[in-house]
């Protein structure tokens, strides 16, 4: 997969999770939390998500390097390259 | 001859989840729903755990208190189905009235912000920190400021505020002022984001819906089926022995009470000796007395409020709020459009409770405190339903020992364990392979919404064990 590809495969998943919240706008390099309403529920199912769509696990103590969009996508980009 | 309820089950599964409590549940149905066989075992004949209920003379009285956090309508909906999730609905009239302060609140943040300015004169900058500070406290945040010295901070010397803040949230889940403030903080901004909620339909309704989607998701439900041991060889688990049976599986959930799982279920000398020590601090949270008020049928009653947290005591006092005589309880009423079809009032009054005060008593000691329970129950309604004993139809009560029957949790425990158990329960798969606990320990993961969710939690640690073909 692309960069791009990783970026909206993320994006999906969180539509997924939170339906009613507007993401047209949101900003690559600010905490997601603190552009939409999402709690640290929200949080495990992106988690739950990428391991049940992509087989990808990451472990508890490498979930802050998911907290921006931008670095979903540079901590995705190596274990889904090959996708 | 007695129907053996663990008959025809299968000689093995990914995973048997023990108890069906809100987080057994919770977790069974998340692992089912991620392609794992699932056997659930039930000791009782009804699933829900303490969120249950019971059918007398025409009433069906709910057990667990109603009122959690609007997010239970976000949990339902991910991790249940939209048609459990469209049950809830807020409780508009909460209703406090103890020496101290009398009155009526939709109990969330623009209200008790008017409440906190204009009745207790309280500075609104004061009002905005505090709800501020409990907003962003989090689950990582230094666990060494209690509860006390946080209320401390913002309204010092206001013991009136104090206990506007920690009576209803002490009925919620048995927490003190001497418990972590980040726990409080945490439950408490749930709370007051949009106020109290519950089920429309009672909760036999929604265990029913939820029994229901189990099925649908291929989850082996046995309800009757008492598991006697948790059985492991050289540090894994390899599966239970439920009404002398034993069914193997790669991965055990135990939804029991957290301390009976590690030194009944398993046994001591499973665990490292540092394990058993750390265990061994864990306090259980305390227990519940309930009565329960059936109308009789055709009588009505006038609308008092959803939730009445009734107190005589002159100020909040952790002692009194559990002992014997406490004047302290809330009361749940339930009038006929909680449970649309029926044209029953019924209440449910519950108190915290100490086990030691009503474990040693004799019987004839027992029934004489309960039927005393009772009445000072119906006093001190009568201040609210002056006419209240010419309508009763039906009057039960429950104390500790009744919940330790029930439930089996250790000292009828009916707010799990403190909230050095979170620790103690995460830790449980480190120490034997494929070996998860589920349910309350501390207040964030207590009650219907923290059970559930920690329920999920769980279910993501034993999916991502049997991702990786059952090891750690």
Same mark, same amino acid.
């Given at each position: 997969? $692309?960069?791009?590809?990783?970026?909206?495969?993320?994006?999906?998943?969180?539509?997924?999770?939170?339906?009613?919240?507007?993401?047209?706008?949101?900003?690559?390099?600010?905490?997601?939390?603190?552009?939409?309403?999402?709690?640290?529920?929200?949080?495990?199912?992106?988690?739950?998500?990428?391991?049940?769509?992509?087989?990808?696990?990451?472990?508890?103590?490498?979930?802050?390097?998911?907290? $921006?969009?931008?670095?979903?996508?540079?901590?995705?980009?190596?274990?889904?390259?090959?996708? | 001859?007695?129907?053996?309820?663990?008959?025809?089950?299968?000689?093995?599964?990914?995973?048997?989840?023990?108890?069906?409590? &809100?987080?057994?549940?919770?977790? %069974?149905?998340?692992?089912?729903?991620?392609?794992?066989?699932?056997?659930?075992?039930?000791?009782?004949?009804?699933?829900?755990?303490?969120?249950?209920?019971?059918?007398?003379? =025409?009433?069906?009285?709910?057990?667990?208190?109603?009122?959690?956090?609007?997010?239970?309508?976000?949990?339902?909906? *991910?991790?249940?189905?939209?048609?459990?999730?469209?049950?809830?609905?807020?409780?508009?009239?909460? !209703?406090? @009235?103890?020496?101290?302060?009398?009155?009526?609140?939709?109990?969330?943040?623009?209200?008790?912000?008017?409440?906190?300015?204009?009745?207790? *004169?309280?500075?609104?900058?004061?009002?905005?920190?505090?709800?501020?500070?409990? /907003?962003?406290?989090?689950?990582?945040?230094?666990?060494?400021?209690?509860?006390?010295?946080?209320?401390?901070?913002?309204?010092?010397?206001?013991?009136?505020?104090?206990?506007?803040?920690?009576?209803?949230?002490?009925?919620?889940?048995?927490?003190?002022?001497?418990?972590?403030?980040? =726990?409080?903080?945490?439950?408490?901004?749930?709370?007051?984001?949009?106020?109290?909620?519950?089920?429309?339909?009672?909760? @036999?309704?929604?265990?029913?819906?939820? /029994?229901?989607?189990?099925?649908?998701?291929?989850?082996?439900? !046995?309800?009757?089926?008492?598991?006697? *041991?948790?059985?492991?060889?050289?540090?894994? +688990?390899?599966?239970?022995?439920?009404?002398?049976?034993?069914?193997?599986?790669?991965?055990?959930?135990?939804?029991?009470?957290?301390?009976?799982?590690?030194?009944?279920?398993?046994?001591?000398?499973?665990? #490292?000796?540092?394990?058993?020590?750390?265990?061994?601090?864990?306090?259980?949270?305390?227990?519940?007395?309930?009565?329960?008020?059936?109308?009789?049928?055709?009588?009505?009653?006038?609308?008092?409020?959803?939730?009445?947290?009734?107190?005589?005591?002159?100020? &909040?006092?952790?002692?009194?709020?559990?002992?014997?005589?406490?004047?302290?309880? #809330?009361?749940?009423?339930?009038?006929?459009?909680?449970?649309?079809?029926?044209?029953?009032?019924?209440?449910?009054?519950?108190?915290?409770?100490?086990?030691?005060?009503? %474990?040693?008593?004799?019987?004839?000691?027992?029934?004489? #405190? *309960?039927?005393?329970?009772?009445?000072?129950?119906?006093?001190?309604?009568?201040?609210?339903?002056?006419?209240?004993?010419?309508?009763?139809?039906? &009057?039960?009560?429950? +104390?500790? !020992?009744?919940?330790?029957?029930?439930?089996?949790?250790?000292?009828?425990?009916?707010?799990?364990?403190?909230?050095?158990?979170?620790?103690?329960?995460?830790?449980?798969?480190?120490?034997?392979?494929?070996?998860?606990?589920?349910?309350?320990?501390?207040?964030?993961?207590?009650?219907?919404?923290? %059970?559930?969710?920690? =329920?999920?939690?769980?279910?993501? @640690?034993?999916?991502?064990?049997? #991702?990786?073909?059952?090891?750690?």
């Amino acid at each position: 997969m $692309t960069k791009e590809q990783i970026r909206a495969a993320v994006l999906e998943i969180i539509a997924q999770i939170i339906p009613d919240e507007d993401l047209s706008n949101l900003k690559g390099d600010v905490p997601i939390r603190e552009q939409v309403e999402l709690d640290s529920m929200d949080f495990l199912d992106i988690i739950m998500e990428l391991r049940k769509r992509y087989g990808i696990e990451v472990p508890e103590s490498e979930y802050m390097q998911l907290a $921006t969009l931008d670095g979903s996508v540079a901590y995705l980009e190596p274990r889904m390259r090959n996708l | 001859m007695s129907h053996d309820w663990a008959n025809d089950v299968r000689s093995e599964y990914d995973v048997i989840v023990i108890g069906g409590g &809100l987080a057994g549940l919770t977790c %069974a149905n998340m692992l089912a729903k991620g392609a794992h066989s699932v056997l659930l075992l039930e000791q009782h004949y009804n699933l829900g755990g303490l969120a249950t209920w019971f059918k007398r003379k =025409g009433h069906i009285f709910d057990i667990a208190l109603h009122g959690f956090p609007v997010g239970m309508i976000k949990t339902c909906r *991910k991790y249940w189905t939209p048609e459990i999730a469209s049950m809830i609905v807020q409780l508009k009239g909460i !209703r406090f @009235d103890n020496p101290q302060f009398s009155f009526t609140t939709s109990y969330d943040r623009d209200d008790f912000t008017r409440i906190l300015e204009q009745r207790f *004169k309280i500075p609104r900058e004061n009002i905005e920190n505090f709800f501020h500070a409990a /907003r962003n406290m989090n689950f990582y945040d230094d666990e060494s400021m209690t509860t006390r010295e946080f209320f401390e901070k913002f309204f010092p010397g206001r013991e009136d505020v104090h206990r506007l803040l920690m009576e209803p949230i002490a009925y919620a889940n048995g927490s003190t002022l001497g418990d972590p403030g980040i =726990g409080y903080g945490i439950v408490f901004s749930n709370f007051m984001s949009k106020g109290i909620y519950t089920v429309r339909g009672g909760t @036999d309704q929604f265990i029913e819906k939820m /029994r229901e989607e189990l099925l649908r998701n291929s989850v082996d439900i !046995r309800t009757r089926c008492l598991v006697e *041991k948790i059985v492991v060889k050289d540090k894994q +688990t390899v599966g239970v022995i439920a009404n002398g049976k034993t069914i193997k599986s790669k991965a055990v959930v135990s939804n029991g009470n957290l301390l009976s799982t590690i030194h009944k279920l398993v046994g001591d000398e499973n665990f #490292s000796e540092g394990f058993i020590e750390e265990a061994n601090k864990v306090r259980l949270n305390n227990s519940t007395c309930q009565v329960y008020i059936g109308i009789k049928k055709g009588e009505k009653i006038d609308y008092i409020g959803d939730l009445l947290f009734a107190s005589e005591a002159k100020k &909040l006092d952790p002692q009194e709020l559990r002992s014997k005589n406490t004047t302290s309880r #809330s009361f749940s009423i339930y009038y006929p459009q909680t449970r649309p079809g029926s044209d029953m009032y019924s209440i449910v009054a519950s108190s915290n409770a100490n086990y030691d005060d009503w %474990a040693n008593l004799s019987e004839e000691e027992y029934r004489a #405190s *309960k039927e005393e329970l009772m009445q000072r129950t119906l006093n001190a309604l009568e201040k609210y339903i002056p006419e209240i004993r010419e309508k009763v139809g039906y &009057l039960e009560a429950a +104390t500790p !020992r009744t919940f330790q029957r029930y439930t089996l949790h250790l000292n009828g425990a009916s707010f799990g364990t403190k909230f050095e158990g979170l620790k103690v329960s995460m830790g449980l798969p480190k120490e034997i392979a494929g070996l998860f606990h589920t349910g309350s320990v501390g207040i964030i993961m207590s009650g219907w919404l923290g %059970a559930a969710n920690y =329920g999920v939690i769980v279910a993501n @640690d034993v999916d991502k064990f049997l #991702s990786a073909g059952g090891v750690n």
